[in-house]
T-cell receptor
Framework: AQKITQTQPGMFVQEKEAVTLDCTYD???????LFWYKQPSSGEMIFLIY??????QNATEGRYSLNFQKARKSANLVISASQLGDSAMYFC?????????????FGKGTLLTVNP | ETGVTQTPRHLVMGMTNKKSLKCEQH?????MYWYKQSAKKPLELMFV???????ENNSVPSRFSPECPNSSHLFLHLHTLQPEDSALYLC?????????????FGPGTRLTVL
């Protein structure tokens, strides 16, 4: 079964508008971490934001915020005030496991295009 | 140099060649990783090293051989590859292997096997 599901292969947004990228996850471990990465066409995977399973508040990093709904097992990324440079692939990832065997599992990604 | 660096950035090799990919992290991390990213597929974890010891080998063919001489350097030795091995190979590092430890990635090596 897929552990990370990103249902939007592609999204379009107008510059300066906000956009939400969806991510749902599946795990039976009570302790896990959720991550969002951005991958521009250059290939580098850039870390954006992290949410821990026990964190009480939704994570925020500048224009990025994570809408964490634990009961629904969703961790959507919200990008406010989109910029042209935000056009890239966005990957949701989860790290769970036990002992020293934590694995980072990625979703298939969402291609975001910001229109001028 | 800061962060995670990878060399070369691009590599074209024949099926009979032997080449190596290099990764170096300047973050003082204890864990390093190799990932493969093929077109239209999620990232696949290949190898994990923690404190220079291999802790994960994710059913990777033996034509890929990792080496971690110290906690800052990671190599991926390639020999007799197949065209389907063409992909972006990403190296990453994290402080340790706990769930909350963020993995930081290098820019990747784009490999083409002819």
């Amino acid at each position: 079964a897929q552990k990370i599901t990103q249902t939007q292969p592609g999204m379009f947004v107008q510059e300066k508008e906000a956009v939400t990228l969806d991510c749902t996850y599946d795990t039976s471990d009570p302790s896990y971490g959720l991550f969002w990465y951005k991958q521009p066409s250059s290939g580098e995977m850039i870390f954006l934001i992290y949410q821990g399973s026990y964190d009480q508040q939704n994570a925020t990093e500048g224009r990025y915020s994570l809408n964490f709904q634990k009961a629904r097992k969703s961790a959507n990324l919200v990008i406010s005030a989109s910029q042209l440079g935000d056009s890239a692939m966005y990957f949701c990832a989860m790290r769970d496991g036990r002992g020293s065997n934590y694995k980072l599992t990625f979703g298939k990604g969402t291609l975001l295009t910001v229109n001028p | 140099e800061t962060g995670v660096t990878q060399t070369p950035r691009h590599l074209v090799m024949g099926m009979t060649n032997k080449k190596s990919l290099k990764c170096e992290q300047h973050l003082g991390h204890n864990a390093m990783y190799w990932y493969k990213q093929s077109a239209k597929k999620p990232l696949e974890l290949m190898f994990v090293y923690s404190l220079e010891e291999r802790v994960e080998n994710n059913s990777v063919p033996s034509r890929f051989s990792p080496e971690c001489p110290n906690s800052s350097h990671l190599f991926l030795h390639l020999h007799t590859l197949q065209p389907e091995d063409s992909a972006l190979y990403l190296c990453a590092s994290s402080q340790d292997q706990w769930a909350r430890d963020t993995q930081y990635f290098g820019p990747g090596t784009r490999l083409t096997v002819l």
